[in-house]
T-cell receptor, first 109, second 117 residues
């Protein structure tokens, strides 16, 4: 099956810092989402971004499908940004999502 | 609009006991998924339904796991008998549908955390 690799696996930031999370995938995809899993385990949708760039407040994401990667940018990080960030991709004609192992973010006050 | 609803949120059972999880997807979403998430890992698909049909159950351990989605709306996932290794979070998700190429945006419930003692 498709390989989805996220980096870095762990990230510690001081509040106010910026960061970039990366998701590489090994096959062509027709769907990509970024999720934030909060400390209570809920997976929150951040971006539905098969291609291109989107922004939502302090967060933005870019997917370059032809080069098989996506980036999630977090600017001016806050303690509430802490948690695990997952990238999930859907391969053409497979109709199911494959998840990476996540990036665990800890934002310190 | 209500999101994906799951119950129970937490369940603690002894091994060899049965357990069941319930999920109600977002209204109008034809595709429903059950995922299992082990500690420190990403979710892994157990079964996917399109309406009432299980179209992908290749990762479902069929000797002890079963699922149903009667009437193509809510769904139940059952484990019988439970084993220690089944301790995990069971996540239900739904999406609007499948066109054959793109499932659409995936939405998750809060999950059901199972502990098997």
């Amino acid at each position: 099956g498709i390989q989805v690799e996220q980096s870095p696996p762990d990230l510690i930031l001081q509040e106010g810092a910026n960061s970039t999370l990366r998701c590489n995938f090994s096959d062509s995809v027709n769907n990509l989402q970024w999720f934030h899993q909060n400390p209570w385990g809920q997976l929150i949708n951040l971006f539905y971004i098969p291609s291109g760039t989107k922004q939502n407040g302090r967060l933005s994401a870019t997917t370059v499908a032809t080069e098989r990667y996506s980036l999630l940018y977090i600017s001016s990080s806050q303690t509430t940004d802490s948690g695990v960030y997952f990238c999930a991709v859907e391969v053409w004609n497979f109709n199911k999502f494959y998840f990476g192992s996540g990036t665990k973010l800890n934002v310190k006050p | 609009e209500a999101g994906v609803v799951q119950s129970p949120r937490y369940k603690i059972i002894e091994k060899k006991q049965p357990v069941a999880f319930w999920c109600n997807p977002i209204s109008g979403h034809n595709t429903l998924y059950w995922y299992r998430q082990n500690l420190g890992q990403g979710p892994e698909l157990l079964i996917r339904y399109e309406n009432e049909e299980a179209v992908d159950d290749s990762q479902l351990p069929k000797d002890r796991f079963s699922a149903e989605r009667l009437k193509g709306v809510d769904s139940t996932l059952k484990i019988q008998p439970a084993e220690l290794g089944d301790s995990a979070v069971y996540l239900c998700a739904s999406s609007l549908g499948t066109s054959g190429t793109n499932t659409g945006e995936l939405f998750f419930g809060e999950g059901s955390r199972l502990t098997v003692l």
